[in-house]
């Protein structure tokens, strides 16, 4: 399989409401099988703290694959600091084992290169202050997690993958992410990349729908969801 357990059935052409998914820890579902090709380059955009790229790097490694650099990048020097510090301790406790470097970025524009594994985290909700750690742009929220989609399907090598986790907001049972990032996913290779998206939890920041937004937009639930695409290797 090429496809973490979770996400083991491709989306329809058609959308339609992903079934709820319950995955059992996050190493096994960033492990990958097959492993990462020798020398493997891993990012994690938007990487905050860095724990999503420490953890994907440390998958890949436990199955035998030498991951030869972990790309960290955020636009956030305070969040690149404790990101350096926590590979740092992964390092000295033999949890990862590869270079790492930290990048201020603000996505994609100062990382150079192609990735075998490119995993993100971004924001999804609405905020009414736009703060940067928590408001996902556009009309629902989903701006920006399309936006990495997008960019990172250009930056992976062949073979590799991207696995953005990020939420998205149903409104009368239509998930208007896993549309959007159908047609994303489409404009690459000429629509034969394997695209697998659901659901990992089917309700999160509940509390969320009482705000004035939520409830003009007709929010029944914001849903944690995943997407992993597979870029060929020819």
């Known amino acids: 399989a090429l ?10 052409a058609e959308p339609r409401p992903p079934r709820p998914l319950a995955p059992s820890s996050l190493g096994e579902e960033l492990s990958p099988d097959p492993p990462l090709p020798p020398g493997a380059r891993v990012l994690d955009m938007g990487c905050g703290g860095g724990a999503g ?26 969040a690149l600091a404790f990101a350096e510090v926590n590979a740092a301790l992964a390092q000295s406790t033999a949890q990862m084992q590869t ?37 996902g742009g556009g009309a629902l929220g989903g701006a920006l997690s399309e936006r990495i989609a997008r960019e990172s399907l250009a930056h992976l090598a062949p073979g590799g993958r991207p696995v953005p986790y990020t939420g998205s907001v149903i409104v009368d049972g239509h998930d208007a992410l896993s549309a959007a990032l159908q047609a994303v996913v489409a404009g690459h290779g000429n629509g034969n990349w394997p695209m697998h998206y ?10 969320e729908l009482e705000l004035p937004f939520y409830a003009a937009a007709g929010a029944e639930r914001i849903a944690a969801v995943a997407l992993v695409v597979h870029r060929p290797h020819a």
């Open 99 to 135: 270079l790492v470097r930290c990048v201020q970025s603000d996505l994609f524009a100062q990382v150079d290169g192609l990735f075998d594994l490119v995993v993100s985290n971004p924001p999804y909700l609405v905020d009414g202050a736009e703060r940067t750690y928590r408001h």
């Open 53 to 78: 790229g420490v953890v994907a790097a440390g998958a890949a490694g436990g199955t035998g694959t030498a991951v030869s650099e972990l790309v960290l990048a955020d636009i956030n020097l305070r």
């Open 3 to 12: 496809l973490p357990p979770w996400l083991e059935t491709p989306v329809a």
């Open 198 to 207: 659901g659901e990992l939890d089917p309700d999160v920041f509940g509390e």
